[in-house]
T-cell receptor, first 116, second 113 residues
């Protein structure tokens, strides 16, 4: 197992374009999380899935943001009509839910989005 | 609501000296507490966690943290700092109900040779 993979590592897009990021979690992990990190700030929670069910999406920043995990494996995060304020690092993490002791998250290396 | 405060944006320490990175938290119920480290252009790496049991938790790379319930703190410590410890450190908390982790804004540690 190679950990959590995110693709692409970097994305430069023009304002108004749509972008999609992919996350492949650790295979036995049933939970998958998306966070956003801007310069000088800690990761900000966006949404998460348990298997294919999206359990929380109220923290998505606007209706331009959406996420899917159709088969309970990989996930995609889409941003429509990008704005310069969307420029950030988008982090994906996975974990194994249901354990009694609260398993920590394993993070991917992130996708850095630059909107020009 | 859960929250984490890291009161120091930057901590500077000489190599070989002890280091402390501070963290206080607010959560309903029992806290699950974590420390992560981030190197430039990388994701977050897990250092250690407190779930229950001994208040002193030992983690990776010689780091440890002490859970103090009365002060709602979970400070990260290391007896002897290395230059390679220079990085961004994040404290995180969640409640016992499998809610997502909430992170502090981070503390940049700089270890000077």
């Amino acid at each position: 197992d190679t950990g959590v993979s995110q693709d692409p590592r970097h994305k430069i897009t023009k304002r108004g374009q749509n972008v999609t990021f992919r996350c492949d979690p650790i295979s036995e992990h049933n939970r998958l999380y998306w966070y956003r990190q801007t310069l000088g700030q800690g990761p900000e929670f966006l949404t998460y899935f348990q298997n294919e069910a999206q359990l929380e999406k109220s923290r998505l920043l606007s209706d331009r943001f959406s996420a899917e995990r159709p088969k309970g494996s990989f996930s995609t995060l889409e941003i429509q009509r990008t704005e310069q304020g969307d420029s950030a690092m988008y982090l994906c993490a996975s974990s194994l839910a249901g354990g009694p002791n609260g398993y920590g998250y394993t993070f991917g290396s992130g996708t850095r989005l630059t909107v020009v | 609501a859960q929250s984490v405060a890291q009161p120091e944006d930057q901590v500077n320490v000489a190599e070989g000296n002890p280091l402390t990175v501070k963290c206080t938290y607010s959560v309903s119920g029992n806290p699950y507490l974590f420390w992560y480290v981030q190197y430039p252009n990388r994701g977050l790496q897990f250092l250690l966690k407190y779930i229950t049991g001994d208040n002193l938790v030992k983690g990776s790379y010689g780091f440890e943290a002490e859970f103090n319930k009365s002060q709602t703190s979970f400070h990260l410590k290391k007896p002897s700092a290395l230059v390679s410890d220079s990085a961004l450190y994040f404290c995180a908390v969640r409640s016992s109900g499998n809610t997502p982790l909430v992170f502090g804004k981070g503390t940049r540690l700089s270890v000077i040779a």
